[in-house]
Every structure is written in C-alpha cells, then in structure tokens.
C-alpha cells in the first residue's frame, strides 16, 4: 500500500485522471438514479433542481481536487480558501448572473408556482411563452412550446420575476371549435337537425381524448346553430387537457361524423352554384 501511494504521489497526472474518472462515474450514476425514480414518480422542479446542485458540488470539488495536485498551485489554492472574504467578492463579481439564478431557483423550489409537466405561460420582456414545464436546473428552466414542440430556454432569474399563469393549476383545458355544415335542405328537416346535433354530441363525448366538462351529466351538450352561406353551421366545443389531444381529437371526431352521418342517409354541405333559367337560341 505504501508503495501505491508513493506510486501516485509521484504520478499526479494519474491521480487527477482518476478524480476525474470518479467524478464522471458519480455524474452517470446520479443520471440514472434520477432517471429511475421519475418512472416511479413524476418528476418535480425540487428534484430537478437539486439534481443539478448535486452534479455543480461534484463537478467544483474534482476540481478544486484536481487543481490541488500541482504544487506551483497548491499554495495558492489554499491562500485562496483561507480567504473566505475574498473568495466571496471573487466568486460574486465573476459569477453575479450565475449565483442570481442559482438564487431565484432556491425560490421557485420553495415557493413553486409551477411544477414539471405544467402548461404555463411566461409573460417576460414584452413577450409570452406558452408552453410545458420540462426542465429546471441551476442556471435556467427549459419550457417546451405547445404546437412546435420547440424548447425555449428561460434562465431562473426571469422566471422568478416574470408574471406566470399556471394554466394546469387553474384546471383550465384546451377547447376549440368543431364545425360541421349540413345542407339546408336537411337543416329545414326539424327531425334531421335534431339528429345531425345528437350525433355531434354524442361523438364528442365518445372521444377518449375529450374531457367533459358538464357540471350536470344529464344536461345535453350546446350545440350552435348558424346560418351560413352554403349551409347551416353546427358547432359545438371540443375539451381536452392538452392542445395536442385537442388536435387528435377534433381529427378522429370528424371522422367518426363521416361514418355517422352516412349511416343515417345525412350529407355534408359544399359550396355549389345553381344556375336556374334556360338558354336563348336564335
């Protein structure tokens, strides 16, 4: 043993491989760890973000470990520690940003306005982000756009002061509108309205991805009736958690009306010209 620690006294560069080896290994390991407990649980910002205090501890330590080894730096490494003062006023000119948002992270883990997997929209620099919440570190919180599945990097600070609308802690869903037009020929047909809204509603509410968000069960869902051009309008809202149910659903219901109103011998209005009258011959 005595003669292994001579060996790597003298081979400091190996000593510092291995630091970093170490350092590396504990990094992969705290990932997987991290990895394994989201599939038992959903993740939260405390987790994520202590995950990343963790890792910024055994990155700085390897390195103040590794620095150690060389004896032109040694000293001053430990004039350095034993400067507690000064080592603050270094640190806090350098890394002003940094700490700041290592700061307003420690706050939004305490006070937590918005969780991972939230839908929130960030009101900051005269800008919204609309997004979900998919990661929190040290420096920044990552939110994921809505539609264009695009992550947009917000760092802590801005977070902390920027005007938040958790939308899942409002219970709020996605709606939007579902249009079909009938003819007038069949909207004039009071049986055939009738049957063309039940069918509408009841599709929506067949739907996996629809939420329903009647307070009475039994009352019969809206919908609206409106004259338009070449037809009458019929629209009802489709409620779903999430715009990209919404998406999906609005898709799988109209095509459930095709089928539906084939079925009952019911069509679907198109813009059409009807031209009446007949032609002079000379």
């Given at each position: 043993?005595?003669?292994?620690a001579?060996?790597?006294?003298?081979?400091?560069?190996?000593?510092?491989?291995?630091?970093?080896?170490?350092?590396?290994?504990l990094?992969?390991?705290?990932?997987?760890m991290?990895?394994?407990?989201?599939?038992?649980?959903?993740?939260n910002?405390?987790?994520?973000?202590?995950?990343?205090?963790?890792?910024?501890?055994?990155?700085?330590?390897?390195?103040?470990?590794?620095?150690?080894l060389?004896?032109?730096?040694?000293?001053?490494?430990?004039?350095?520690?034993?400067?507690?003062?000064?080592?603050?006023v270094?640190?806090?000119?350098?890394?002003?940003?940094?700490?700041?948002?290592?700061?307003?992270?420690?706050?939004?883990?305490?006070?937590?306005?918005?969780e991972?997997?939230d839908?929130?929209?960030?009101?900051?620099?005269?800008?919204?982000v609309?997004?979900?919440?998919?990661?929190?570190n040290?420096?920044?919180?990552?939110?994921?756009?809505?539609?264009?599945?695009?992550?947009?990097?917000?760092?802590?600070s801005?977070?902390?002061?920027?005007?938040?609308?958790?939308?899942?802690?409002?219970?709020?869903?996605?709606?939007?509108?579902?249009?079909?037009?009938?003819?007038?020929?069949?909207?004039?047909?009071?049986?055939?309205?009738?049957?063309?809204?039940?069918?509408?509603?009841?599709?929506?509410?067949?739907?996996?991805?629809?939420?329903?968000?009647?307070?009475?069960?039994?009352?019969?869902?809206?919908?609206?009736?409106?004259?338009?051009?070449?037809?009458v309008?019929?629209?009802?809202?489709?409620?779903?958690?999430?715009?990209?149910?919404?998406?999906?659903?609005?898709?799988?219901?109209r095509?459930?009306?095709?089928?539906?109103?084939?079925?009952?011998?019911?069509?679907?209005?198109?813009?059409?010209?009807?031209?009446?009258?007949?032609?002079?011959?000379?």
């Amino acid at each position: 043993m005595t003669q292994i620690a001579n060996y790597l006294s003298n081979h400091r560069i190996i000593v510092a491989l291995i630091y970093i080896v170490v350092c590396w290994l504990l990094l992969q390991m705290i990932e997987a760890m991290y990895k394994h407990a989201r599939r038992k649980k959903p993740a939260n910002i405390k987790d994520s973000f202590f995950k990343g205090v963790l890792e910024a501890f055994l990155v700085i330590l390897t390195f103040i470990r590794v620095i150690s080894l060389s004896s032109e730096l040694e000293n001053v490494t430990q004039t350095l520690l034993m400067s507690s003062s000064l080592i603050v006023v270094v640190l806090g000119f350098i890394f002003q940003e940094g700490l700041s948002n290592i700061v307003h992270g420690f706050i939004l883990t305490i006070f937590k306005p918005f969780e991972i997997g939230d839908r929130v929209e960030i009101t900051t620099g005269g800008s919204i982000v609309s997004g979900y919440i998919k990661e929190m570190n040290l420096r920044h919180t990552v939110i994921r756009g809505l539609t264009d599945n695009v992550d947009t990097i917000v760092s802590n600070s801005q977070m902390d002061t920027s005007t938040i609308r958790n939308l899942t802690m409002e219970d709020n869903h996605i709606r939007y509108p579902l249009t079909v037009t009938i003819p007038y020929s069949d909207a004039q047909d009071r049986d055939k309205l009738q049957l063309a809204k039940s069918i509408i509603a009841e599709e929506t509410l067949k739907n996996a991805r629809t939420v329903d968000v009647r307070t009475d069960p039994d009352a019969p869902v809206h919908v609206n009736v409106n004259l338009a051009d070449s037809g009458v309008d019929l629209t009802c809202y489709v409620y779903t958690r999430t715009a990209e149910d919404n998406y999906y659903a609005l898709s799988e219901i109209r095509e459930s009306l095709l089928a539906r109103f084939g079925e009952n011998g019911m069509s679907f209005a198109f813009p059409h010209v009807e031209v009446t009258g007949s032609l002079n011959q000379e």
